[in-house]
C-alpha cells in the first residue's frame, strides 16, 4: 500500500495510506493520550481523549484522531494548550459519573482511566452533579458495575467482533444470572460464554471477575 506523508509537532511523518491520525502518530514515536481505543478490536470515537488539531487542511473543530484518516499533507499538532484543556475536560466530564472509589477498587494502580488521569495531571474534578445510580450485575464469573463504565464500548466490540457472542451491547448489558430455586446453582439467562474477554479490555473497574 502506498504511504503519505505528513506533519505531526514539526516531525516529518510517514504512514501507509489509509492510517488514522493516530496511528501515523504511533507508527512515528509521537505519543497520543487515548482511551476508548483499542487497536483491531473497538474504533468508536467514543471517549475524544485522542483529540487532535488539525492546522492542515484548517479544521474548525477539534479531530478524533482515532477515527479521522491522515492525508497526504496534512499538518497536526497533538498538544496545544486547546488541545490539552480539552483533553482535561473530556476527562473530567467522564470522572463527574464515575464512582470514585478507586483506592476500594480493584482495579486501583492496574488501571487506564487512573493512570490516563495522571499522565493528563488531573487533580480535581471540576464537574460535581447528579450521579448515576446502577444495581451491580454479579454472575458466577464476572461482576458488572455499571456505576464504573465510561462509556467505551471495548466489552461491547470485543464480545460482537471477537468473541462473536454480542451478548453485551449498549442499551442491554446485563448478564442476568439468577440461582435457580431447584438446584441452588447460578443459572444464565444470557448466552455469555464468561469467556472473561470483556474483563481483559475494560479500562477501568467496571468489569471484574467476581
Ligand atoms: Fe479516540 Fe476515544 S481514543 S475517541
Redesign the pocket.
Known amino acids: 500500500m502506498a504511504d503519505i506523508k505528513l506533519i505531526i509537532n514539526g516531525k516529518d511523518c510517514v504512514a501507509p495510506k489509509g492510517s488514522t491520525i493516530?496511528q501515523a502518530a504511533e507508527l512515528n514515536g509521537i505519543h497520543i493520550p487515548?482511551?476508548?481505543?483499542l487497536e483491531g478490536i473497538n474504533k468508536?470515537?467514543?471517549?475524544?481523549?485522542?483529540l487532535v488539531e488539525q492546522m492542515l487542511p484548517p479544521a474548525k473543530n477539534l479531530q478524533?484522531?482515532?477515527?479521522v484518516e491522515a492525508q497526504e499533507g496534512m499538518i497536526i499538532e497533538t498538544n496545544t494548550q486547546r488541545v490539552r484543556d480539552a483533553r482535561r475536560t473530556m476527562y473530567e466530564l467522564l470522572l463527574s459519573n464515575h464512582a470514585q472509589d478507586c483506592l476500594a477498587c480493584v482495579r486501583n494502580q492496574d488501571c487506564e482511566f487512573q493512570a490516563l488521569g495522571r499522565e493528563l495531571g488531573i487533580t480535581q474534578c471540576h464537574y460535581e452533579g447528579e450521579r448515576a445510580e446502577y444495581p451491580i450485575d454479579v454472575s458466577e464469573s464476572i461482576t458488572r458495575n455499571p456505576n464504573k463504565c465510561i462509556l467505551?464500548r471495548r466489552c461491547i466490540s470485543v464480545c460482537k467482533n471477537i468473541q462473536t457472542t454480542a451478548v453485551l451491547g449498549a442499551e442491554d448489558r446485563g448478564f442476568r444470572t439468577h440461582i435457580s430455586p431447584a438446584f441452588g446453582l447460578p443459572i444464565g439467562a444470557s448466552s455469555c460464554a464468561f469467556c472473561g474477554q470483556c474483563v481483559e479490555v475494560c479500562p477501568v473497574g467496571a468489569l471484574t471477575e467476581t
Open positions: 493516530l487515548k482511551l476508548c481505543y468508536y470515537g467514543a471517549c475524544r481523549i485522542c478524533a484522531s482515532c477515527m467505551c
